[in-house]
């Protein structure tokens, strides 16, 4: 919690002392078909359709899926989800930051680049770097453990692309062309996305509801399986 709170600004400082555990949770490239589409199944199994009072699936079947696994701890975690947000409509947590300082994933930002292209008013997000899963990979939460953890040993995140030129590339990739997919691939990856979660995914939210009721004629036959 320390390492995270020395990095951000005042705002999305969270109420907790240095030492405090707290764990970065990472969805990998499979996770539409290993958690995501039985969620979805066993919604319309049960409802017939998707349930409109629900969350995007992504975001449901994350939280059941979190509560299920801390929920067999003795202790009580809090969990803080990507797209949960203050009052003030900032977000609860960037796990981004929160990434990096794990070691987990390398966070690229403009500050990275010496001497930047780019128009000084323009914004210029930032974008984490996974060693084996390159951009193919979400973060999805951090875990907040009611316990203190004085000693544990800091991992820097490993640079995956110290070139300069690569990561004023990646920052444009990320920035402009996020649609087509390439700035995931900026390194060499074990795994990506399926089609299918491509397809989702570049399916617009408020489109996507639709898309899930096509699943409608399948249900039987794969829950049966
Ligand atoms: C709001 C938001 C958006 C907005 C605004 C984008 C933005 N970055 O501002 C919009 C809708 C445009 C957007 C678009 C996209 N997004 Co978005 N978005 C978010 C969200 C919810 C919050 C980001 C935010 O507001 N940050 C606030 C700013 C101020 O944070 P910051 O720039 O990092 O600044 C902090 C750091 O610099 C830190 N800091 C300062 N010094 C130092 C030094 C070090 C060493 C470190 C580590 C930190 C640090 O302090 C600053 C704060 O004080 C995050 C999820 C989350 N909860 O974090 C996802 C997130 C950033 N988005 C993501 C993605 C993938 C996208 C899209 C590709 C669409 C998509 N979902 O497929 C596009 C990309 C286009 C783009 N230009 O960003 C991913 C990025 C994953 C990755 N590999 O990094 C995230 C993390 C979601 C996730 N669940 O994985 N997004």
Redesign the pocket.
Known sequence: MGWYNA??????KLPYVDDTLCAVVI?KPDMFEKSVKPFIFKSLKEHGNYPSHLKDPIDESTRQNLHHVTSELDIEVEIIQ???LTPTR????????????SGA?R?Y?R?DILDDPWDPLK????????PRYG?W????AIIIFPMLCPDLKRKVPDDVIPNQEDRIRLLEL???H??DWR?RDVIPVQERYSEEQKTY?ATKPSERFHMLNNYKPYVNQICAS
């Open positions: 990095a951000v600004g005042n705002p999305f969805s990507d797209f949960q900032r977000p609860r947590v960037l796990v981004q930051t929160a990434g990096h300082v994933v966070y930002q500050c914004k210029v997000s930032g974008v984490c770097i996974h951009g990979f979400a973060l999805r990320f920035n402009w996020w649609r700035y995914l």
